[in-house]
């Protein structure tokens, strides 16, 4: 079973700028999250969508933004770049039955970085 | 707001030693924790813990969960080079209606040497 896939793999932009990263979870996973993971903030949940429904959302401005589509596979989009927001973007996929994460599979992350 | 709380931030063993890495939480409508292995850039699973006082148990790794004390320990034993990595604790939780999310420690840098 081919894991989690994520795209593209380093993204370099600047201030201001917007950005989309890709998601492709397991197949038969209908629930992926999103991540931001800092050296001085660990990880950090960014949101979850299930059947094309965002389920649960972190504290994270209005910026950062997401949607799934009918194949579970999910974006997340980031406008007005900040230089805060340079990080590895991970995306986690996991059955996400009755509500339930359960065991999440960690794609390779998309390292953003905002100059 | 939903807490974990790892300890050591960081340690250095040498290969062959035993080291208990730890776990505090505090959440609301807790559901399970799970432990990870981060050596790059994926996490990659080791353990969910749901039940108190049950070990799980892989290869030189085990883990358990005290949910009357709110932690849970991971223990690594005969420790080699490859065991090198950051280990992060998560907490799922019941956060909106039915639907969880995933609140993760800042993780403990284990580093084995020869």
């Known amino acids: 079973k081919a894991g989690v896939t994520q795209t593209p793999r380093y993204l370099i932009k600047t201030r201001g700028q917007q950005v989309t990263l890709s998601c492709s979870p397991i197949s038969g996973h209908r629930s992926v999250s999103w991540y931001q993971q800092t050296p001085g903030q660990g990880l950090q949940f960014l949101f979850e969508y299930f059947s094309e429904t965002q389920r649960n959302k972190g504290n994270f401005p209005g910026r950062f933004s997401g949607r799934q589509f009918s194949n579970s596979r999910s974006e997340m989009n980031v406008s007005t770049l900040e230089l805060g927001d340079s990080a590895l973007y991970l995306c986690?996929?996991?059955?996400?039955?009755?509500?339930?994460?359960?065991?999440?599979?960690f794609g390779p992350g998309t390292r953003l970085t905002v100059l | 707001e939903d807490k974990v709380v790892q300890s050591p931030l960081s340690l250095v063993v040498h290969e062959g030693d035993t080291v208990t890495l730890n776990c505090s939480y505090e959440?609301?409508?807790?559901?399970?924790l799970l432990w990870y292995k981060q050596e790059k850039k994926a996490p990659t699973f080791l353990f969910m813990l749901?039940?108190?006082?049950i070990e799980k148990k892989s290869g030189r790794l085990s883990s358990i969960l005290d949910k009357k004390e709110l932690f849970s320990i991971l223990n690594i034993t005969a420790t080699q080079t490859g065991d090198s990595a950051v280990y992060l604790c998560?907490?799922?939780?019941?956060?909106?209606?039915?639907?969880?999310?995933?609140?993760f420690g800042t993780g403990t840098r284990l580093q084995v040497t020869l």
């Open positions: 998560a907490v799922e939780a019941l956060n909106t209606g039915t639907a969880s999310k995933l609140t």
């Open positions: 749901t039940s108190s006082g």
């Open positions: 986690a996929s996991s059955s996400g039955l009755a509500g339930a994460l359960g065991t999440q599979y």
């Open positions: 959440v609301t409508n807790f559901r399970s």
